[in-house]
C-alpha cells in the first residue's frame, strides 16, 4: 500500500453561481517526492451547491487538462461528497475545478499534513472566453455612402476588439500585419484614414471609396480564448471622373485631343457630344477608349481640321451599371493672324539682304523671317525672330552664301499662333571666285571598265559662287613618271552632267562615271570645280582599281587524247596575259558525245592546264570545250576539238530470240549491243541441246559466226526439243559477254517475227524501208498499221519479205509502225517508232544590247525538226559592208561581238534552217563618260 499523507484544503469562491456555495474539504495526497510507491491522490472536497433547473456539471481537470470526473446530474440533490478519484504520478501541487459559462477556476495548494501548515486560502475566479453579440456579416456599398459593420462580442475578461484588412502580397508598404506567404493582414487604420474603429469595436467607414472593397477580419480576444469573423466588403461605384482637361484652345486648321478620365464598376461605356448631338456622323472626329495601368478608363476625342463649327462645350458621358456621370471640356478654336504682304528687298549684297514688308491689320506681336535656298525644302530653312514694335527699316537677312538663290518668306505671329507665310520672295546673291577644292572625292569601281567619281562641293563658305561644273581627271598608276610630273587625262562635267545637287552648295553630292578604263588596273582621279569666276585648287587624288573581268580571250592550243577505253586527257595553255583581265581562277571544260544525236553535255571544273576526263564510252568520239574564268566570270569558249575513246570489248547483244522455222529448225535473231564498245566485227552463235525427245540428242552443240552486220541466222538439222542459245559480239579487242534464248522445237510453225522493234529516224524525201521478216506454217497472214490504222489498203508498197517501204518520206510519216502476222497456230508483232527529221525552224531573236565595245544577241530556238542542233551561225555587217559570218555553238542563246560602231541586222543559220533576217537595227556606241 502507498503512503498516503493527508493535506489540508481551504477554497473559497469568489464569484457566484446557482446552486453552489463555499466550503472546504480535506485533500489527501501521495508524497511524490517517494518514487517508489504507487503513488495515488484521494481527492474528498465537500461541495455544498443549489442545482439550477436544467444542471451544470462540474469538473476537476489535472493540470494536463484531462477531465478526472464529471458527476453532477441535472436534479437537485442535497449537499454530498464527491466520490474519490487516482490521480497519475505527477508532481504538482495544483488542481484545477472548472465549470462552464461561465468558468470558476478552483486552484488549491496541497500542503502535507505531517508539516501541520496552515491552510492557504485559494481564490476562484470567473473565466470566460469571447462570444458574439453582434457576429460581423458581409456588405455591400454604394461609392461615398457610409458603411457600418456591427462586431460586438462578450466574455470575461472583456474582450479586445481588432479589425484587420486583408492586404495581398506585393502590395505592403509598410506597417505592422498579421500572416504569412500570399496573405497578409494590417490594421485598418493603415489602411485608409477613412475606416476606423468605434468604441463598441464596430467598423465604421464615413465614405467608401473602391480602395476600401476586400476582406476584413474582426478579432475579439481575452485571456481565455481568440474569437475571429472574416467579412468581404464590396463597393459599387458609378462612374466618377478624375482630373481632365476644363479648356482646350487650338488653331484652326490643326488637330487637338480631348480627354476625360474616368472611374468606376466595369463594364464603363463612355460617349462624346458636343451641344446634346453625337459626333460619329463627322469623319473628323475620332473617339477610343483606353484603360491605363492605374485602372483608370480614358476616353480620348480627336478633332482634325478644327474649324469654328467645332468651337463649344464637350460633354464626356459615362455610364455603367450603377449610374450615370458627365464631364465638359471647352473648346476653344483660334485664327492665326494673317499673312504680312509685300515683301520686297531693299538692300542686298553677297552675305547679307535686308528684307521689309507691310504689317498685317491688326499688328502681330512679332515676325519669324524664313528664309533658304532655292533647292533646298522648308524644312531646312533658317528663322529669324523678330519684334513687332519699332520695326521701320526692315530687317537684315544673314548670313547667307555669294552667288547662290534664296526664297524669303515671314509669318506674323500673335498670342493665338502663326499667320499663313507671305509670298516667296526671291533673290540670288553676288558671286565669289571657289577658294576651296571639292570634298570627300570617292571613286569606285562598278565595272572591269567603269568607275563611278562622285565628290561633295567645295564648302559653302569657300564655293563663292555657283558652280557651273568640274574638270575631272584621271591617270593609270603604271604611267606615272615620278613625283609633281603625274599627267592627267581631264574630262569637263557641266552642272547638267552632275546628278542631284548639282548646284547644291556643301550638301549637293556630284557624280559621274569614268568608262572605257582597262579592266583590273589601278588609276589615281583628281577633281576641281569652276564657276563663271574661274577654276578652284585641284582636289587631293583619290586611288582605285577597276574590278576584274571575265577573261577577254580563250585558252590556247586545246588538245586531246584517248587515254583508255572510257577516258580521255585534255590539255591547253592559259589565254593571252594580256586578256587575263583579273587573276584565273580556273578553267570549266564542258564535253559531249559527238553523234549528232546526244542532247546532254557534262561540265566540271579544274584550276589546272590540263585534266582527264573518266566514265566516257569506248569508241565514241567526244566534243570538248574549255575556257578561263576569274571571280567576274567566265571568258570565251574555245572552238570544239574531238577526239575518241579507245575500243572495249562489247556489251551483250540486245533481244536475243527464237523462232521455230520448220521441221528441225529455228531461227536466232538479235539486235546490235547497247554499248558496241567500238565497231561490231561479228557475231558468234552456239547452240546446245538440253532436252531431247529422240536418243543420242541431248548434248549437242552447234557454233556459227558471221558478220558484224547480219542480225539473224538459221540453224537446221537439230535433232531435240529444247535449244539452248548464246550470241556473242566482237570487237577488234576482243568478245564481249553472251545474249542468251531458248528456243522450244515443236512440230509446227507457229506464226512469229524475227525481225526486232527498235527506233528510226530518217531524213525527209528518202525512201525507208521497215524490215518484217517471219516465219510460220502454213503461210501466215501479215498486216501493217500505222498509229493503229490498217495500211493494207492504202496501196502502200509491201515486199515479199513482208518489209514496208515509205517513199519519199515525210514529215507526216513520222509515228508508229506495226508488223502483225497470223496463222492457226500463232501470231506475232513488232514496232517501229519513225522520225523523220526535217530541217530546224530560225532562231527567235529575243533581245540585242550594246555598250561601248560590243554588241550581245540572244536568241531561242523553235521546232529542232526531230534532230538535236549541231551549231549556229551568226551574219554581222558593219554599215553596209560585206557580211561576216561566225560559227556559233549549239548550247549557245546569246553572242558577244567586240567591234567597233556598227549598223548590225543579224542573219542566224542553223542546221537546214533557211537563214533569219533581222531587222536592221543600228547601235550607236556610247560615249566613254555617261
Known amino acids: 500500500m502507498p503512503l498516503v499523507r493527508q493535506t489540508q484544503l481551504v477554497t473559497s469562491f469568489i464569484g457566484s453561481r446557482p446552486g453552489l456555495t463555499d466550503q472546504a474539504g480535506p485533500l489527501s495526497v501521495s508524497d511524490p517526492a517517494d518514487s517508489h510507491a504507487q503513488h495515488s491522490t484521494v481527492v474528498t472536497p465537500q461541495l455544498h451547491y443549489l442545482p439550477s433547473p436544467t444542471g451544470t456539471p462540474i469538473t476537476f481537470l489535472h493540470p494536463s487538462v484531462r477531465p478526472l470526473y464529471a458527476s453532477l446530474p441535472p436534479t437537485p440533490l442535497p449537499p454530498t461528497s464527491l466520490p474519490p478519484t487516482s490521480l497519475p504520478p505527477t508532481p504538482y501541487s495544483h488542481l484545477n475545478l472548472l465549470l462552464p459559462s461561465p468558468f470558476l477556476t478552483f486552484r488549491p495548494t496541497v500542503n502535507p499534513i505531517q508539516k501541520f501548515s496552515q491552510p492557504s486560502p485559494t481564490t476562484l475566479a470567473p473565466s470566460v472566453p469571447p462570444s458574439w453579440v453582434l457576429e460581423p456579416r458581409d456588405a455591400r456599398v454604394s461609392r461615398g455612402h457610409t458603411l457600418v459593420i456591427n462586431c460586438v462580442a462578450r466574455g470575461h475578461p472583456e474582450p479586445v476588439i481588432r479589425w484587420r484588412k486583408k492586404i495581398e502580397s506585393g502590395s505592403m508598404s509598410g506597417g505592422s500585419s498579421l500572416g504569412s506567404g500570399s496573405e497578409s493582414y494590417r490594421g485598418v487604420d493603415l489602411v485608409s484614414p477613412r475606416a476606423t474603429q468605434l468604441t463598441n469595436g464596430s467598423l465604421f467607414i464615413s465614405r467608401a471609396e473602391p480602395d476600401h472593397a476586400g476582406t476584413y477580419v474582426c478579432y475579439a480576444q481575452n485571456s481565455v480564448a481568440n474569437l475571429t469573423a472574416a467579412v468581404d466588403v464590396a463597393v459599387n461605384s458609378a462612374p466618377y471622373f478624375i482630373g481632365g482637361s476644363g479648356s482646350v484652345d487650338v488653331r484652326a486648321g490643326e488637330v487637338t485631343v480631348l480627354e476625360c478620365r474616368?472611374?468606376?464598376?466595369?463594364?464603363?461605356?463612355?460617349?462624346?457630344?458636343?451641344?446634346?448631338?453625337?459626333?460619329?456622323?463627322?469623319?473628323?472626329?475620332?473617339?477610343?477608349?483606353?484603360?491605363?495601368?492605374?485602372?483608370?478608363?480614358?476616353?480620348?476625342?480627336?478633332?482634325?481640321?478644327?474649324?469654328?463649327?467645332?468651337?463649344?462645350?464637350?460633354?464626356?458621358?459615362?455610364?455603367?451599371?450603377?449610374?450615370?456621370?458627365?464631364?465638359?471640356?471647352?473648346?476653344?478654336?483660334?485664327?492665326?493672324?494673317?499673312?504680312?504682304?509685300?515683301?520686297?528687298?531693299?538692300?542686298?549684297?553677297?552675305?547679307?539682304?535686308?528684307?521689309?514688308?507691310?504689317?498685317?491689320?491688326?499688328?502681330?506681336?512679332?515676325?519669324?523671317?524664313?528664309?533658304?535656298?532655292?533647292?533646298?525644302?522648308?524644312?531646312?530653312?533658317?528663322?529669324?525672330?523678330?519684334?513687332?514694335?519699332?520695326?521701320?527699316?526692315?530687317?537684315?537677312?544673314?548670313?547667307?552664301?555669294?552667288?547662290?538663290?534664296?526664297?524669303?518668306?515671314?509669318?506674323?505671329?500673335?498670342?493665338?499662333?502663326?499667320?499663313?507665310?507671305?509670298?516667296?520672295?526671291?533673290?540670288?546673291?553676288?558671286?565669289?571666285?571657289?577658294?576651296?577644292?571639292?570634298?570627300?572625292?570617292?571613286?569606285?569601281?562598278?565595272?572591269?571598265?567603269?568607275?563611278?567619281?562622285?565628290?561633295?562641293?567645295?564648302?559653302?563658305?569657300?564655293?563663292?559662287?555657283?558652280?557651273?561644273?568640274?574638270?575631272?581627271?584621271?591617270?593609270?598608276?603604271?604611267?606615272?613618271?615620278?613625283?609633281?610630273?603625274?599627267?592627267?587625262?581631264?574630262?569637263?562635267?557641266?552642272?547638267?552632267?552632275?546628278?542631284?545637287?548639282?548646284?547644291?552648295?556643301?550638301?549637293?553630292?556630284?557624280?559621274?562615271?569614268?568608262?572605257?578604263?582597262?579592266?583590273?588596273?589601278?588609276?589615281?582621279?583628281?577633281?576641281?570645280?569652276?564657276?563663271?569666276?574661274?577654276?578652284?585648287?585641284?582636289?587631293?587624288?583619290?586611288?582605285?582599281?577597276?574590278?576584274?573581268?571575265?577573261?577577254?580571250?580563250?585558252?590556247?592550243?586545246?588538245?586531246?587524247?584517248?587515254?583508255?577505253?572510257?577516258?580521255?586527257?585534255?590539255?591547253?595553255?592559259?589565254?593571252?596575259?594580256?586578256?587575263?583581265?583579273?587573276?584565273?581562277?580556273?578553267?570549266?571544260?564542258?564535253?559531249?558525245?559527238?553523234?549528232?544525236?546526244?542532247?546532254?553535255?557534262?561540265?566540271?571544273?579544274?584550276?589546272?592546264?590540263?585534266?582527264?576526263?573518266?566514265?566516257?564510252?569506248?569508241?565514241?568520239?567526244?566534243?570538248?570545250?574549255?575556257?578561263?574564268?576569274?571571280?567576274?566570270?567566265?571568258?570565251?569558249?574555245?572552238?570544239?576539238?574531238?577526239?575518241?575513246?579507245?575500243?572495249?570489248?562489247?556489251?551483250?547483244?540486245?533481244?536475243?530470240?527464237?523462232?521455230?522455222?520448220?521441221?528441225?529448225?529455228?531461227?536466232?535473231?538479235?539486235?546490235?549491243?547497247?554499248?558496241?564498245?567500238?565497231?561490231?566485227?561479228?557475231?558468234?552463235?552456239?547452240?546446245?541441246?538440253?532436252?531431247?525427245?529422240?536418243?543420242?540428242?541431248?548434248?549437242?552443240?552447234?557454233?556459227?559466226?558471221?558478220?558484224?552486220?547480219?542480225?539473224?541466222?538459221?540453224?537446221?538439222?537439230?535433232?531435240?526439243?529444247?535449244?539452248?542459245?548464246?550470241?556473242?559480239?566482237?570487237?577488234?579487242?576482243?568478245?564481249?559477254?553472251?545474249?542468251?534464248?531458248?528456243?522450244?522445237?515443236?512440230?509446227?510453225?507457229?506464226?512469229a517475227i524475227y525481225s526486232s522493234s527498235k527506233s528510226l529516224r530518217e531524213e525527209r524525201g528518202r525512201d525507208v524501208t521497215l524490215p518484217c521478216g517471219h516465219v510460220g506454217q502454213p503461210r501466215p497472214k501479215l498486216t501493217w498499221t500505222y498509229q493503229g490504222r490498217d495500211l493494207m489498203g492504202e496501196g502502200r508498197l509491201v515486199k515479199g519479205d513482208g518489209g514496208l517501204v515509205i517513199q519519199e518520206a515525210t514529215r507526216q510519216d513520222s509515228g508508229n509502225y506495226t508488223c502483225t502476222v497470223t496463222n492457226k497456230h500463232g501470231s506475232d508483232h513488232i514496232t517501229y517508232s519513225l522520225t523523220i527529221l526535217v530541217p530546224p525552224s530560225p532562231p527567235l531573236v529575243l533581245a540585242s544590247s550594246s555598250s561601248e565595245r560590243s554588241v550581245q544577241v540572244q536568241w531561242k530556238q523553235g521546232d529542232k525538226g526531230g534532230a538535236p542542233i549541231t551549231g549556229y551561225t551568226l551574219y554581222y555587217r558593219k554599215d553596209h559592208g560585206a557580211w561576216t559570218q561566225i560559227r556559233v555553238h549549239r548550247h549557245a542563246h546569246s553572242h558577244t561581238l567586240e567591234v567597233s560602231p556598227f549598223s548590225f541586222p543579224p542573219c542566224f543559220r542553223s542546221g537546214f534552217s533557211h537563214p533569219l533576217h533581222a531587222s536592221g537595227q543600228s547601235f550607236l556606241i556610247p560615249s566613254m563618260l555617261q
Open 262 to 751: 474616368v472611374r468606376g464598376d466595369p463594364p464603363l461605356t463612355v460617349t462624346w457630344s458636343l451641344r446634346g448631338s453625337s459626333l460619329h456622323h463627322s469623319p473628323r472626329y475620332s473617339e477610343s477608349v483606353s484603360v491605363d495601368a492605374g485602372g483608370e478608363t480614358v476616353a480620348k476625342l480627336q478633332v482634325s481640321g478644327a474649324v469654328q463649327s467645332d468651337a463649344g462645350i464637350y460633354t464626356c458621358t459615362a455610364h455603367n451599371t450603377y449610374g450615370r456621370n458627365s464631364h465638359t471640356v471647352r473648346l476653344n478654336v483660334h485664327e492665326p493672324p494673317s499673312a504680312p504682304r509685300g515683301l520686297r528687298v531693299i538692300a542686298e549684297g553677297s552675305r547679307a539682304v535686308r528684307v521689309s514688308w507691310a504689317a498685317p491689320d491688326p499688328p502681330p506681336t512679332s515676325y519669324v523671317v524664313q528664309f533658304r535656298r532655292s533647292l533646298e525644302g522648308w524644312g531646312e530653312a533658317r528663322e529669324l525672330s523678330v519684334a513687332a514694335a519699332g520695326l521701320t527699316s526692315g530687317v537684315e537677312v544673314s548670313p547667307l552664301f555669294p552667288a547662290t538663290d534664296y526664297v524669303v518668306r515671314v509669318v506674323a505671329v500673335n498670342h493665338l499662333g502663326r499667320s499663313p507665310p507671305s509670298e516667296d520672295l526671291r533673290l540670288t546673291t553676288s558671286a565669289e571666285k571657289p577658294g576651296a577644292p571639292p570634298r570627300d572625292l570617292r571613286a569606285e569601281a562598278v565595272g572591269a571598265r567603269e568607275v563611278r567619281v562622285s565628290w561633295r562641293p567645295p564648302p559653302q563658305d569657300r564655293a563663292h559662287g555657283l558652280i557651273q561644273g568640274y574638270y575631272l581627271g584621271y591617270t593609270p598608276v603604271s604611267h606615272q613618271v615620278g613625283p609633281g610630273s603625274t599627267q592627267y587625262n581631264y574630262t569637263t562635267v557641266e552642272s547638267s552632267e552632275g546628278g542631284p545637287g548639282v548646284s547644291d552648295g556643301s550638301e549637293g553630292v556630284w557624280s559621274t562615271s569614268l568608262t572605257q578604263l582597262e579592266p583590273h588596273t589601278d588609276y589615281q582621279v583628281v577633281v576641281k570645280a569652276f564657276n563663271t569666276e574661274g577654276a578652284g585648287p585641284l582636289s587631293p587624288p583619290a586611288a582605285v582599281t577597276t574590278r576584274e573581268d571575265a577573261p577577254g580571250g580563250p585558252p590556247l592550243d586545246l588538245r586531246c587524247s584517248g587515254l583508255t577505253w572510257d577516258s580521255v586527257q585534255v590539255s591547253w595553255s592559259p589565254p593571252d596575259p594580256r586578256l587575263h583581265h583579273g587573276a584565273l581562277r580556273g578553267y570549266s571544260l564542258e564535253y559531249e558525245r559527238w553523234d549528232g544525236w546526244s542532247e546532254a553535255s557534262r561540265k566540271s571544273q579544274t584550276r589546272t592546264v590540263t585534266t582527264v576526263l573518266t566514265g566516257l564510252e569506248a569508241a565514241t568520239n567526244y566534243s570538248m570545250r574549255v575556257r578561263a574564268f576569274t571571280g567576274a566570270g567566265d571568258g570565251p569558249w574555245t572552238s570544239p576539238s574531238v577526239c575518241t575513246t579507245e575500243e572495249d570489248v562489247p556489251g551483250r547483244p540486245v533481244g536475243v530470240r527464237g523462232v521455230v522455222s520448220g521441221d528441225r529448225s529455228f531461227i536466232v535473231s538479235w539486235s546490235p549491243p547497247a554499248r558496241p564498245g567500238g565497231r561490231v566485227l561479228s557475231y558468234t552463235v552456239s547452240w546446245r541441246v538440253v532436252e531431247s525427245q529422240v536418243g543420242g540428242g541431248r548434248g549437242r552443240e552447234g557454233i556459227t559466226t558471221v558478220a558484224g552486220t547480219v542480225t539473224w541466222v538459221q540453224v537446221d538439222n537439230v535433232q531435240g526439243s529444247l535449244v539452248e542459245v548464246e550470241v556473242t559480239a566482237a570487237t577488234r579487242v576482243g568478245e564481249g559477254l553472251p545474249g542468251t534464248a531458248r528456243v522450244t522445237l515443236t512440230n509446227t510453225v507457229p506464226a
